[in-house]
């Protein structure tokens, strides 16, 4: 019988897989230019129950920079050390309806609108405990691979050119520590915040770390406890409100999960007591998100009846 779930799961996601893989809609990510040589066909789907199986269609052993699908794991990791309220005294939880490099910032406090936006994930990267910069990095480094259930790594070359291109990163943190909603100093921390996106994952890395949300903050492949249920809830929280940019309150009612782009491709979605769901292909549409993991997590969620706020 444990075989026969396993079948019908896997043969559901290649049916979802070749329906999607001639949509060549969208453009690969050209802000610097080690995302724009990413191949455009590829198309991973990944699925990782709370049992700890994971099923998988497509390009799923494919490493690309985790990008912003890292902002609700960092959250994580600023919430377990400096606790729900100091975090949010610096940064908001409001969605924000702007695009993912808003310069939009709370008039008085220059707190950014929420942890899912690139300022207010700045500030976030800002509040991880660390006795140095490098120290804070290998925290982070740490707990994204606690999530992972595996040893990550950083794409050096694309850490290099988010440094040389990170301008508009830049002049937010310069902005935010003016205002003083940023406290640390700011070259430190984009430093850091640019080795955090560069960090390699692959389709079903994130499907585990996004079933480790799911559940309740223990990774099911390899036992070990991440985090607290409770930080999971507060992080499925913010991705569900604010993941998607300005495309979240669609993405809400159109799928109906907690979830996270980054404009290398990923998309990460939890389903709290099912399942994390890991899915990559490098082509955006305009809010930043995968074309194809957008549509693809979607027919999922619809065909499952996976909506948070679905009660039958
Ligand atoms: N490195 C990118 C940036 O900071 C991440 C943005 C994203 O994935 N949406 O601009």
Not at 31 to 43: G, H, K, N, V
Not at 125 to 145: K, N, P
Not at 170 to 191: F, I, K
Not at 287 to 311: D, I, K, N
Request: include cysteine; proline fraction near 4%.
């Amino acid at each position: 019988a444990r075989e026969k779930l396993s079948d019908i799961v896997t043969s559901f996601l290649d049916i979802v897989h070749d329906r999607l893989v001639s949509d060549r809609r969208g453009a690969v990510a050209d802000y610097i230019p080690q995302l724009a040589d990413a191949d455009p066909e590829l198309f991973g789907i990944a699925l990782c129950g709370l049992n700890g199986r994971v099923y998988e269609s497509g390009d799923t052993g494919v490493e690309f920079t985790i990008q912003s699908v890292s902002k609700p794991f960092v959250y994580s990791l600023a919430l377990d050390d400096q606790g729900l309220d100091a975090v949010h005294d610096r940064v908001g939880a409001e969605p924000s309806g702007e695009a993912f490099n808003s310069v939009k910032l709370e008039a008085g406090t220059g707190r950014p609108p929420n942890p899912m936006v690139n300022a207010g994930a700045i500030v976030t990267t800002s509040l991880v405990s660390g006795r140095s910069t490098e120290d804070r990095f290998a925290r982070i480094l740490a707990r994204l691979s606690a999530f992972a259930g595996r040893d990550l790594r950083v794409d050096d070359a694309v850490l290099a050119s988010e440094q040389t291109s990170g301008d508009r990163n830049r002049a937010l943190a310069y902005l935010m520590h003016g205002a003083g909603s940023l406290t640390t100093p700011v070259l430190d921390t984009l430093d850091t915040y640019f080795r955090q996106c560069s960090v390699l994952v692959t389709a079903r890395d994130i499907a585990v770390m996004g079933a480790t949300l799911a559940n309740g903050g223990v990774n099911p492949v390899t036992g070990r406890r991440v985090t607290s249920a409770e930080t999971c809830q507060h992080v499925m929280t913010i991705m569900a409100t604010c993941g998607m940019y300005d495309y979240a309150g669609e993405w809400l009612l159109r799928a109906g999960l907690p979830a996270k782009s980054g404009v290398a491709g990923g998309l990460v979605a939890s389903s709290p007591g099912e399942f994390g769901l890991g899915l990559f292909s490098p082509r955006l549409d305009s809010s930043g998100a995968s074309v194809r993991g957008v549509a693809a997590a979607q027919q999922l969620a619809t065909r499952f009846g996976l909506h948070v706020l679905h009660r039958p």
